[in-house]
């Protein structure tokens, strides 16, 4: 997880590098372009959205919000 964690951060560290050292661009973004741009945010987020219903228990348990399992083996909780 720590290593995830570390190549994550310098990603994101060299993508803001070459952001601040790009030149400027004089182009011309047509109404297609920004109609992608905005499905792929709504993907991410749908995306994202789908990952945390699919993890949501884990991510319970992880803060400590789980549910405790407080039954003798052998019998069913009710």
């Not at 400027?24 to 789908?50: R, T």
């Not at 228990?57 to 052998?74: T, Y």
Request: charged share 15%; with cysteine.
């Amino acid at each position: 997880m720590r290593k995830v964690c570390e190549l994550t951060l310098k990603t994101i560290g060299v993508i803001l590098v070459f952001c601040f050292l790009a030149p400027q661009a004089h182009a011309y973004l047509d109404p297609g372009s920004g109609s992608m741009m905005i499905q792929l945010v709504l993907a991410g987020v749908a995306g994202l959205g789908v990952a945390i219903r699919v993890y949501w228990r884990r991510i319970l348990a992880f803060f400590g919000f789980g549910k405790k399992k407080n039954h003798e083996p052998g019998k069913f909780p009710p």
